[in-house]
């Protein structure tokens, strides 16, 4: 069973940056994609931003120009880091990772924006 363990959630004012890290048990090498979601409550979980095997990048509208996705392949971690963090970026954050036998989530990383 895979493990993914979240780190460095948060508080935070407006205007700030956060980083958010999620360390995989296992390695990544054969991994497909990992990527970040986020879930307020009563509300679907919805895409931040993707990364795939090869390096390709997807971001939803709402954090383009503020969020970057990337990863440690030595560390089997990804990394989130937001810029310019806004009061309605105030979430659960959650971490992905799709390995071609299945895909696992973290158990979630409270990021809160608030003066």
């Known amino acids: 069973q895979v493990q993914l363990v979240e780190s460095g959630g948060g508080l935070v004012q407006p205007g700030g940056s956060l980083r958010v890290s999620c360390a995989a048990s296992r390695s990544i090498f054969s991994i497909n994609a990992m990527g970040w979601y986020r879930q307020a409550p009563g509300k679907e979980r919805e895409l931040v931003a993707t990364i795939t095997s090869g390096g390709s990048t997807n971001y939803a509208d709402f954090v383009k120009g503020r969020c970057t996705i990337s990863r440690d392949n030595a560390k089997n971690t990804v990394y989130l880091q937001m810029d310019s963090l806004k009061p309605e970026d105030t979430d659960v954050y959650y971490c992905?990772?799709?390995?071609?036998?299945?895909?696992?989530w973290g158990q979630g990383t409270q990021v809160t924006v608030s003066s």
């Open positions: 992905m990772f799709r390995w071609p036998l299945g895909t696992y």
